[in-house]
């Protein structure tokens, strides 16, 4: 049995919650503990914004609740009406983590049939030490940015294998196609995951959308999308075939970042010219070939230029 890192956070500060509330001699101490077992969330933004909840809820469950009780008795009747009133309010405001504390303050309230200065404090603290517990745990989150950096490299390979799956496609007449194209899509959603917890556990950075490598990477992904399109649409070869598919090569050997970006582009304008210069094709299936990797080429100049903006960002 595997017992996880967040596992083990719930349950000392659980444990330690209920110990700070009964050393202070609180009533329903034990609410303490459950409020912290709620806290504890997978990520420090979350936690935080989880625990302003359920403060402001708890203080506008017991003040609300309390007219209620005195209005029209402290009665089950009484509190099926504030839940009626409080859960859709909750709902509005898009705090549901709180509706449960809540509520729960709210039946202390009912089982005393009053609200006294000295409850109202005890309910307060009740939820100050259950929110404070699990968000000074919460600061304990596990660095993700060795894994994030693993993934990324992982990325990396698989897109360099889809380059050199469309230089073997362009020298084949489109027959062998690219099958990888899928592994980077789920090698992207991997980045994707662990980038947003990073990002959840920095309270000062805004989203992942910030990250320039994942938003460059997405637009690649997109391009080699539209590039097995027309890959799949090539019948025949070219002339011009071997010298882009040589080229395409030396594009994949370039790790990510290598800054070789800028001469591979001057070698594209320079294939771009031997395109003109070329005779035109003899037959439609000639033509159509030629024309399938002019659009190849044209977006593999994109994914060049993408690489050289990631790697100015740098």
Known sequence: MKIGYRT??????????VWIARQLDLEFYTMAGIITMLGIQPTLKRSVAVSA?????????????????EWFGYHVFTLTLFLLLFIPLTVRLGLLEGLVMSSVLVMHILTYEEL????????????LVGVSVALVFNLFMPDMGRRLEELRKQLNEEMRLVLLEIATGIRTGGKTGMKRVSHVEEQLRKVEEVTSFQVENQIWKRTKDDDPYLDVRKQQLYGLRRMKNILDSIRGKDPLGEQMA????NVAKDPAGSGHSVDRLEELALMYEGFLQEDLPKTREEF??????YHLLRELSHHVRWEMKLEEKR
């Open 8 to 17: 083990v956070k719930t349950a000392i500060g659980t444990g330690l919650s």
């Open 53 to 69: 909840a359920r403060f402001i809820l708890g203080m506008i469950a017991v003040l609300t609740s309390t007219l209620l009780f």
């Open 116 to 127: 006294t200065w000295s409850l109202f404090i005890n309910e307060m603290v009740l939820i």
């Open 246 to 249: 040589e080229w395409v090569e």
């Open 288 to 293: 159509e070939t030629r024309s399938a990797l």
